[in-house]
């Protein structure tokens, strides 16, 4: 029998009806009177919860670190976590997650909901029970079927890596475009093992650093110079994603190459990440792309905001700098980029 590791962060999905009709979270040693259908899987369920569970709101990278922890500390005693988390930076979590747990082996599944336990027509039951059911799945062998950080919601398994939050209102809030869904929920579970990501060679590494001087500069017409040169070259930032257009483009004026050039030149590593949640960066594509790459700009290839940002507070946190960050960044560490 599995024994799977349930942990709640705090969020939408913990959430029941107090006395006076308020929500309020519910104990989670007493998971079972909720959902009462997990006693029907094959697998030894034990709890834990944040001593202070939070609205996904106010998660901070500290708060990753410490489930990253949990799980390091955790992970020869079990066969598999889920984590309950609220929906609104679920990706950042997932994404956090996928680089902190170096040679995960394991499944890692989140999940969350978007009506809370208590309520009737909540889709929480079904995302927990589903996630645990994937957590425990296990092939011929014996070995696990989702050894990666993965999120399950509304009957769909992305991984952690490649998915955003594109809806506030439907129970089906995720997507990841720029790759296919590792399983589907339906009458049958449908697992595509082709999709799996397989990458673990070596025992699992927790890290435990991450650099948090990183800012995202948001393109659109008419942004203010005095915004851009504050975001690049004050603060001793130590990344700034240009967050683009299209393929990877922004204006061409001088003094913005000027300032790229500049900050670049005093150590900060400056990405490019498309506004696009399809495709990617083709720096080469158009003389507005070229020019940053000319400069020494980083592709983001086809990674998510949440997936660059995350990447880049580890790497910059393990002590990467320079070529050896570009290399590395460019590199597919678990399946958070194509291109």
């Known amino acids: ?4 590791l349930l942990i709640y962060t705090g969020g939408t999905i913990g959430m029941v009806r107090g006395a006076g009709g308020e929500l309020e979270p519910f104990n989670f040693e007493n998971l079972l009177e909720q959902v009462p259908e997990l006693g029907q899987l094959n697998c030894e369920i034990d709890t834990r919860s ?4 939070i609205d996904s709101s106010l998660m901070k990278p500290h708060h990753w670190l410490e489930m990253a922890e949990i799980i390091g500390s955790n992970y020869d005693q079990y066969d598999g976590f889920v984590l309950l988390h609220g929906s609104d930076t679920m990706a950042y979590t997932s994404s956090a997650l996928s680089f902190l747990l170096e040679n995960v082996a394991k499944p890692v599944i989140l999940t969350g909901a978007q009506l809370p336990i208590g309520m009737l027509r909540s889709d929480a039951r079904e995302n927990i029970i589903t996630a645990m059911e994937l957590a425990s799945a296990r092939d011929n062998e014996g070995k696990p079927v989702i050894p990666e950080v993965a999120v399950y919601f509304e009957y769909t398994l992305h991984r952690g890596n ?3 939050k594109y809806s506030s209102q439907s129970f089906d809030a995720y997507d ?3 790759y296919p869904v590792l399983a589907e929920s339906g009458v049958d579970l449908h697992i595509y093992n082709d999709r799996i990501w397989r990458g673990a060679k070596e025992p699992l590494k927790v890290h435990k650093e991450l650099e948090t001087n ?3 500069l948001h393109f659109y ?5 005095d915004i851009i040169e504050h975001t690049l070259l004050r603060g001793n930032r130590k990344g700034v994603i240009l967050h683009t257009f299209g393929a990877g483009n922004a204006p061409m004026d001088p003094w913005l190459a000027e300032a790229i050039s500049e900050a670049i030149s005093n150590g900060t590593v400056v990405i490019n990440v498309t506004q696009c949640k399809a495709g990617g960066v083709d720096q080469w594509k158009y003389a507005a792309g070229a020019h940053l790459a000319r400069l020494g700009v980083i592709s983001g290839g086809d990674m998510t ?3 660059a940002l995350t990447k880049s507070m580890v790497l910059l946190g393990e002590g990467w700098r320079g070529s050896e960050f570009r290399d590395k960044f460019e ?3 678990c399946g958070e980029r194509s291109i």
Do not use: C, K, W
């Open 305 to 307: 905001l949440e997936a």
């Open 50 to 53: 944040f001593e202070h569970p």
């Open 214 to 216: 990183i800012s995202v």
């Open 221 to 225: 017409p008419g942004l203010d110079r």
């Open 1 to 4: 029998m599995t024994r799977i």
């Open 331 to 333: 590199q597919s560490l």
């Open 176 to 178: 990841s475009p720029n």
């Open 162 to 164: 490649r998915l955003y």
